[in-house]
């Protein structure tokens, strides 16, 4: 594996991260105190700097690196994450997914937000309120008596035994106080078979400072009873660090599950003499700075000194390195046996449990599965043409074979099924950013996230999505002031639902804004030449005209909305998905959008019926019950149009050979078969086919893709006899069968 596969994965795993750390932050936000909340979201974030440090991706490391103190800060119980605490994380957390797919993508991005952010995250580590971030006007007041010649000695000779004040290096109070760590460390298996290395924790110890080790072998058996998998070395440290406990912990943030783990301080010096715990952290005494050039601090004073002090840097860095090659020269041979046949176990333990597949291969395996159904179907349909009695063994073992390609196909249309979370959770970031931008309070609720669908489905999701939030909080959402006046919470809600219905998903995004303007809609509808003056409309056909191309209520242009770019997105969207989209509206009491989609873009449970000697596949999931009808029940409307008497109730009929033009009359209802079916917004129809040859899983085929779109057909399959059968587009059908047409010319050629 190369370089850029590993960082690949880094990146794949960034993503996994960065959603982990949104979730826990929006639990908090919801008033979720669990440690092990406020632990994921820090190991989140500590995971990113990792692999970025690993990469060399400063910028990204640089930003989590004060995010992770500011969420240890909540994590020690030093800082209570309140709701203004909380959203300056949520903006950090965006910010470090622009900074990740900035690094990943190339890219740039705003270094005046991150700086911004940083200082936040820096005033609320120091415990400073949020707001005070962005006045820190006490400090430079409290320094301007100090007389200004008298701070250059501090650089230039050391720190002098004068008065000033040394309220200007609260910053970096770790200059002079250096805790000694002791560390016991006992590595368990699980250690070395999640593959870590014992040797690589020992170097981060030792980069925080001057240490010393002693590798404990007493457990050591017999090489004839000694186990590869096992671990029977154990260490005892001491370091001297400014980092102190914590800076040790960070080493072994990932390790200590899985090793027993003493970690304390045994002494706090101050370079030079014996601290005491009476005097101010700091006090203006002499003391002897040449230590600084031994090296003897050079080691133990982190990275800010090793800058100072490179040369003493360099030999600190020497004795340490020579200290852990000593240690490894004695444990190498057998610990890296060990962690080999662990690591090896490792991978295989985890293959058991889950595995990274490029997502081509996974396409690949469902297009294979789905010719094998085809050829199946074909199969089947040749043995049951040439066997009169289908009593055969051929006949018994093609139905079994059947069932189980379906359990093949519905096991690798599994593989393809993800939960919609991920969507849910982007779009929590864009109501944040729309609600900076408009200066509203929007609250996002979403519900049912671990609603499964295809990955296809869910990929094409984000865009329509982003655009109908848009469109809730800038258009639904009134301002707070105004929301307050009605009575209502300043604080409106956005409601974003999945669930599952019918074989379809149903996605609904909610608000408790002011509802459709349906008189503003209208008007602007006549302003636009998409209805006449006079046209008579239903509240219903109102609410669907912000569906059309360039319409848009906005009275100016903003970035947000007014170019009349958005709703008609959404539809094509969805309708691109084989979906449908409504729209129910209360006036003061906010929207509902409602889009049903597809569970899979692979697969079809349908109807196959004939019309016009053409064979069709009508969508399973759109009808609710087929009929025979009577003549009694046969009522004429209008000039042209018919209804079906169904218990007690008419609903209209519709010949679907007239609407596609392939006959230019319409047949008589007696001698076909009605399929009733129920559509998004457009109720109830009867259609009208001249029979049904049967129910099966077909494969979906792109037409669009192959050859063009075609009005009234949403896709096409390959029948088991070979032929190609058109499916149908049950929404287009009943909306040509209301008047709306699907194109005058539209003509369809005989598929065989």
């Known amino acids: 594996m190369d370089m850029n596969e590993i960082k690949e994965i880094f990146f794949q795993e960034c993503e ?10 929006l639990k908090l936000n919801d008033g979720d105190r669990d440690p092990e909340t406020v632990n994921a979201v820090f190991r989140a974030v500590h995971s990113i700097k990792g692999g970025a440090g690993a990469f060399g991706l400063d910028d990204l490391v640089s930003f989590a690196h004060v995010f992770e103190t500011t969420l240890d800060c909540v994590r020690s119980n030093k800082l209570e994450p309140t709701q203004d605490v909380l959203k300056v994380m949520l903006k950090s957390a965006d910010v470090l997914a622009d900074l990740t797919n900035a690094a990943r993508d190339g890219g740039s991005v705003d270094e005046s937000r991150s700086r911004t952010l940083i200082r936040e995250l820096e005033a609320l580590a120091h415990g400073e309120a949020p707001a005070a971030a962005e006045a820190p006007a006490p400090r430079p007041v409290a320094a301007a008596p100090a007389p200004v010649v008298e701070k250059p000695p501090v650089n230039d000779e050391g720190f002098q035994p004068i008065p000033f004040s040394f309220g200007d290096f609260d910053d970096e109070p770790a200059g002079h106080y250096v805790p000694t760590v002791q560390i016991d460390f006992k590595p368990k298996k699980d250690l070395y078979a999640k593959g870590n290395e014992a040797v690589l924790l020992l170097r981060d110890v030792s980069r925080l400072g001057e240490m010393s080790v002693y590798c404990d072998m007493d457990a050591l058996p017999p090489l004839d009873k000694m186990n590869p998998e096992e671990a029977y070395f154990s260490w005892k440290l001491s370091v001297t660090t400014e980092k102190g406990e914590d800076g040790v912990r960070s080493v072994f943030e990932f390790a ?14 101050v370079v030079g003499e014996t601290a005491d715990e009476e005097e101010p952290p700091m006090q203006p005494v002499p003391f002897d700075l040449s230590m600084l050039d031994e090296g003897a601090a050079g080691a133990s004073a982190g990275e800010e000194q090793a800058a100072e002090n490179p040369a003493a840097a360099a030999v600190a860095a020497a004795e340490t390195a020579s200290k852990v090659a000593q240690v490894a020269s004695r444990a190498a041979e057998n610990a890296k046996a060990a962690a080999a046949s662990a690591a090896q176990a490792s991978q295989a333990a985890a293959a058991g449990q889950t595995i990274r597949v490029d ?10 599965v789905g010719e094998l159904v085809i050829n199946q179907a074909m199969l089947s349909q040749s043995v049951v043409e040439n066997d009169n009695n289908g009593t055969s063994s051929i006949n018994m073992g093609l139905e079994e074979l059947q069932q189980l390609t379906r359990e093949i196909q519905d096991s690798v249309m599994a593989i393809r099924a993800q939960p919609v979370k991920p969507v849910f959770q982007r779009m929590a970031r864009t109501v944040r950013e729309i609600a900076d931008i408009t200066g509203k309070s929007v609250r996002l609720i979403t519900e049912g996230e671990n609603t499964e669908v295809d990955k296809t489905v869910i990929d094409k999701l984000a865009e329509p999505l982003t655009h109908m939030i848009r469109n809730a909080v800038d258009h639904g959402l009134e301002m707070p002031e105004k929301r307050e006046a009605l009575g209502k919470n300043p604080e409106g809600t956005v409601r974003l639902t999945a669930k599952h219905r019918s074989g379809r998903i149903i996605i609904e995004l909610a608000d408790d804004g002011a509802g459709i303007n ?7 509808a006549i302003d636009n030449d998409l209805i006449a003056a006079d046209a008579n409309l239903s509240d219903e056909e109102i609410d669907n005209l912000i569906f059309h191309a360039g319409f848009s209520t906005a009275d100016k242009v903003s970035d947000l909305s007014g170019r009349g770019v958005g709703m008609d997105v959404v539809k094509r969207s969805i309708q691109a998905l084989g979906g449908r989209i409504s729209i129910s509206s209360k006036p003061g009491q906010g929207s509902v959008f409602t889009m049903s989609l597809p569970l899979t873009l692979a697969v079809l449970d349908g109807m196959v019926v004939t019309v016009a000697g053409q064979t069709l596949v009508v969508p399973l999931t759109a009808i609710v019950e087929t009929l025979q009808p009577e003549a009694s029940a046969i009522h004429s409307f209008g000039a042209s149009q018919r209804l079906i008497s169904i218990r007690n109730s008419f609903c209209p009929l519709v010949d679907v050979g007239r609407i596609l033009n392939f006959r230019g009359t319409q047949a008589n209802p007696v001698d076909g078969v009605a399929l009733l079916v129920e559509s998004e917004g457009g109720g109830q129809r009867a259609l009208m086919v001249d029979a049904i040859q049967g129910q099966r899983q077909v494969v979906i085929k792109s ?17 088991g006899d070979g032929r190609v059968a058109l499916i149908l587009d049950v929404d287009a059908v009943v909306a040509a069968s209301r008047g709306q047409s699907l194109r005058q010319d539209i003509s369809l050629a005989a598929t065989g």
């Not at 899985?258 to 045994?266: F, G, H, K, Q, V």
């Not at 037409?703 to 063009?708: G, I, R, S, W």
């Open 359 to 368: 997502l081509d291969r996974v396409d690949r395996l469902i297009n294979l």
């Open 703 to 719: 037409l669009e893709a192959n050859y063009t779109h075609v009005p009234g057909i949403a896709a096409a399959t390959i029948l």
């Open 518 to 524: 349906r008189e503003k809609v209208r008007q602007k």
């Open 16 to 25: 996994e991260q960065l959603a982990e750390l949104e979730s826990g932050l």
């Open 256 to 269: 200590e599950w899985d090793c027993d783990l003493d970690i304390r301080t045994i002494e706090e010096d």
